[in-house]
């Protein structure tokens, strides 16, 4: 494992230790087509895919890191980078946009100061657009981790935002 | 949302009090009840021998005792909290054939599951059908794929029967990414036995030894519970080697997605499935000749896996009889948007769409007026007032510049710019496009941001003509299902509201006072009645208003977030 301790140094990531990454790859090395369940269960190790782990995958199950890269960069849910403590997701699928949608994330965008994919720099929030969470009776409709904000308006924005402030960061 | 709080409250108090009942699971966390009417959830059925039925609608969990000591205790109805007549409504104008377990049994059990006939039909497909008589039962049905194309299943089934091969997969399509679409999720969640004993009866008619489930991994609850079904299916022999003596082997495993539309598209689903980037490839050889892993490979939506068990047991020519000439059996819609009461619908396909939209649902919310209602999502079109009593099957709705998709009926009143929703729905597939060929990588670029340009008010003439010649193209030349679908929101829209796109483009004026940068930002003084809803709903203090007084828009403070607008019932903001 010398190649990813340089790797490491050069991409100033925190420290990761890969045995976790191996006992998810243990766990599916002898089924076929495993990279999905691979990356999604290292992902919700790590909650992102760290440089390292990435190659370290590539070098376990044989593969080329381009592969690896290439479905990492494709699947919206795959995260090269570190994600925040509060992930807040806002739907703009067709009925949560005909029912104002998009004012409810330009507030998002102003509160936090971050747009669309971005994570705040303290890793408190991360924000993201995503086309329906199939929850249409309530739109317009709004997430932070799993607890769901239905009929949302502009000002419970502010009291969402101000409500996830308060709560610790750990 | 709630609805494990409330299930909590009555396990608690119930027991407290020790009444002798049993709690269903009815809704879920997220408040989209399988019941379909999930706009007033969390709804709580109490059964008790004097009463029968009765559904109290918005419970709360501080409710829940007195719901308790009135009904239960005192055998009294809470009048007051009773779901109002609309719910009956609501549910007497449907007929539920796949959804008749939702929302009545426990998702969780497979012995409510076994009450409601479970296994009743693999198991009489088994002992007194061979694979054959139950293809042909299925093509007697009429059944077509409730995934959108309207391919009649029975045949699809009978290809890869025929297709030589030691080894056949069955996939049960569950990435259900239209935007405005969940009657999949709703089914996985309310009763997973059903979609598992449709997908056993079709792998016993084609001869498949394992199947898929892959479901969209934005439906974290439908794994969940659709996993309890594996777990206990396999604990209980219905799957794996050898079931229940039968001398027929079935594996099942769930694939979770990672957020890509495209890979509802059946190869590139397939590809996904091998762990690669999900893009489609050109057809044929079609999965049925070369699918998974090169083996022969049938795929099937979830509903078409749900309607398959009612088929076998209550045969063929019955489901026939229901539904259109072409289309057959039931369909289940959802529908969302701007009208009263928005949920899952389950109708006799052949019903019109006026019908689903006012008499099932309620009609349009706000005291609006109807303009549209979108159906078939990203791929399918509007259909305006004027042909409202078009009938719901594949051919009508096809004929009518829509498509039946997946079954999402967006509904849209005159606040909606159908310019706008051109836009919404083209930036959606153009992000989701996987971008292998050329006509829809860049096309629909291109078009997009011709609107982008119209909604913005810098839109000319010949525009209009260039979103039609480039639609057409796009269709005509993509590799797979999502490019050739991409401009038919584009495209009916112009056939239907053209003068919507003039209006923007000659007018600069966007005639539903959607359009952010087209708009005045002021009140309309005849329009106003003075009631002061329009300062409530604004975030900044924009509005000046006084009680009795006309209200005064500060476009100084304004931020342009159209709040006062949505909150105006009387079109007063321009």
Redesign the interface.
């Known amino acids: 494992m010398s190649e990813s301790v340089e790797l490491k140094t050069e991409e100033q990531e925190p420290e990761i230790d890969i045995s976790i990454a191996d006992a998810v790859i243990d766990k599916y090395i002898n089924i076929?087509?495993?990279?999905?369940?691979v990356?999604?269960g290292i992902q919700d190790e790590y909650g992102y895919i760290p440089r390292v782990v990435a190659d370290h995958i590539a070098e376990r199950l044989n593969v080329y890191p381009s592969?690896i890269y290439?479905?990492l960069t494709?699947?919206?849910?795959?995260h090269l980078k570190p994600r925040g403590r509060f992930i807040i997701r806002v739907c703009?699928?067709?009925?949560?946009?005909?029912?104002?949608a998009p004012?409810i994330v330009?507030?998002f965008f102003d509160k936090l100061g971050i747009g669309h994919a971005e994570t705040t720099p303290d890793l408190r929030y991360t924000f993201e657009k995503?086309?329906?969470?199939?929850?249409?009776?309530?739109?317009p409709l709004a997430m932070v981790n799993d607890s769901?904000y239905?009929s949302m308006?502009?000002?419970k924005v502010?009291d969402i935002v101000a409500d996830y402030n308060q709560r610790p960061l750990k | 949302m709630g609805a494990k709080e409330v299930e909590a409250a009555f396990v608690k108090l119930l027991d407290e009090k020790g009444v002798n009942a049993v709690v269903g699971k009815r809704c879920d966390v997220i408040k989209t009840g399988c019941r379909g009417l999930c706009a007033n959830d969390v709804l709580v059925d109490i059964i008790t021998p004097d009463q029968g039925r009765v559904t109290y609608d918005f419970v709360k969990p501080e409710e829940v005792e007195k719901i308790i000591d009135e009904h239960i205790v005192n055998k009294t109805i809470i009048e007051k909290r009773k779901a109002k007549p609309y719910y009956n409504q609501f549910v007497d104008a449907q007929m539920r054939v796949v959804m008749t377990g939702c929302g009545q049994i426990d998702p969780d059990s497979i012995e409510a599951y076994m009450e409601e006939d479970g296994f009743k039909a693999i198991e009489k497909c088994i002992k007194s059908m061979k694979p054959e008589d139950v293809i042909e039962e299925v093509k007697k049905s009429g059944l077509r794929g409730r995934g959108g194309g309207g391919f009649p299943t029975g045949m699809k089934w009978s290809f890869c029967k025929a297709s030589p091969g030691d080894h056949k997969y069955l996939i049960c399509n569950a990435d259900e990414g239209d935007p405005g679409a969940f009657m999949d999720r709703s089914l996985l969640e309310g009763d997973p036995f059903c979609i598992i004993e449709g997908m056993m009866i079709a792998a016993y008619a084609i001869g498949c030894d394992f199947g898929y489930v892959y479901v969209r991994a934005e439906y974290p609850l439908a794994v969940q519970r659709l996993q309890h079904a594996i777990d206990i299916c396999y604990e209980q022999g219905y799957l794996g080697k050898n079931i229940k003596g039968w001398n027929f082997d079935f594996d099942m495993r769930i694939k979770m997605g990672a957020g890509a539309f495209v890979c509802g598209e059946e190869t590139a689903l397939m590809a996904s499935i091998e762990g690669h980037r999900g893009m489609s490839r050109p057809r044929p050889p079609f999965p049925a000749v070369r699918g998974l892993w090169g083996k022969p490979t049938n795929i099937n939506n979830v509903e078409t896996f749900g309607n398959v068990r009612h088929i076998i047991n209550k045969g063929g020519d019955w489901y026939a009889s229901l539904g259109t000439d072409t289309t057959k059996g039931t369909k289940i819609f959802a529908v969302t948007g701007k009208v009263k009461h928005t949920g899952l619908v389950e109708v006799p396909a052949g019903m019109k769409i006026r019908e689903v939209i006012y008499d099932v649902c309620g009609g349009i919310a706000n005291n609006r007026k109807f303009k549209a209602v979108q159906a078939g999502g990203p791929s399918g079109g509007c259909i305006p007032s004027d042909i409202l009593d078009t009938p719901v099957d594949y051919d009508s709705l096809i004929k009518a510049g829509a498509m039946m998709g997946s079954g999402g009926l967006v509904v849209m009143d005159e606040t909606t710019c159908m310019v706008d929703v051109s836009r919404f729905f083209l930036n959606f597939t153009r992000m989701e496009s996987c971008g292998k060929c050329v006509p829809c990588r860049i096309g629909l670029k291109v078009m997009l941001d011709i609107l982008e340009r119209i909604t913005e008010g810098r839109g000319e003439m010949s525009d209009i003509e260039t979103l039609q010649d480039l639609g057409v193209a796009i269709k005509k030349a993509s590799l797979c299902g999502l490019g050739q679908t991409a401009p038919n929101p584009i495209l009916s829209t112009i056939n239907y509201f053209r003068e919507e796109y003039e209006a923007h483009i000659a007018d600069k004026r966007c005639p539903s006072n959607c359009c952010k940068e087209l708009l005045l930002w002021q009140v309309v003084e005849d329009k106003c009645v003075k009631c002061g809803a329009c300062k409530k709903a604004c975030p900044v203090d924009a509005i000046v208003w006084e009680k009795g007084q006309l209200a005064w828009l500060d476009k100084e403070k304004c931020t342009k977030c159209k709040s006062c607008y949505d909150a105006c019932r009387f079109m007063a903001i321009e």
Do not use: I, K, W
Request: with cysteine; glycine share 16%; charged share 5%.
């Open positions: 076929s087509g495993n990279l999905m369940p990356l999604q592969q290439g479905v494709f699947y919206a849910q795959f703009v699928g067709t009925a949560c946009h005909v029912q104002g004012r330009e507030t995503v086309a329906c969470l199939g929850a249409c009776g309530m739109a769901t239905g308006t502009v000002q502010d």
